[in-house]
């Protein structure tokens, strides 16, 4: 199984950027989907999960709903994490994980080696 994350960037606060997450290895219409982000000195948290098996079921975390959004595509095994009006604390390493299930809230055992994005003020 492998995780390609990638879209990461320098992008100015209020800009867009685009994280694609490349899978192999395992279908992401048949798994939970996460989007992580760690920033320096803090822990890892959640931004989103989408459950493409269960009718699209997407969660968001509260600091970037209404400007995040994840869809996935399964013809080409990819989820995508658009990521609209960026804030300077949106700064950290992205990483995408599959889940041992198709719900969002089980354990994610496979993970992407993340990508960087860093919003500028």
């Known amino acids: 199984v492998q995780l390609q994350a990638s879209g990461g960037g320098l992008v100015q606060a209020g800009g867009s950027l685009r994280l694609s997450c490349a899978a192999s290895?395992?279908?992401?219409?048949?798994?939970?989907i996460g989007w992580f982000r760690q920033a320096p000195g803090k822990e890892r948290e959640g931004v989103v999960c989408?459950?493409?098996?269960?009718?699209?079921?997407?969660y968001y975390g509260d600091s970037v709903k209404g400007r995040f959004f994840v869809s996935s595509d399964k013809a080409k095994n990819t989820v995508y994490l658009q990521m609209n009006s960026l804030k300077p604390e949106d700064t950290g390493v992205y990483y995408c994980?599959?889940?041992?299930?198709?719900?969002?809230?089980?354990?994610?055992?496979?993970w992407g080696q993340g990508t960087q994005v860093t919003v500028s003020s």
């Open positions: 290895g395992v279908a992401v219409y048949d798994y939970a």
């Open positions: 994980a599959a889940g041992s299930s198709n719900w969002c809230f089980s354990e994610y055992i496979h």
């Open positions: 989408i459950s493409s098996f269960s009718d699209d079921n997407t």
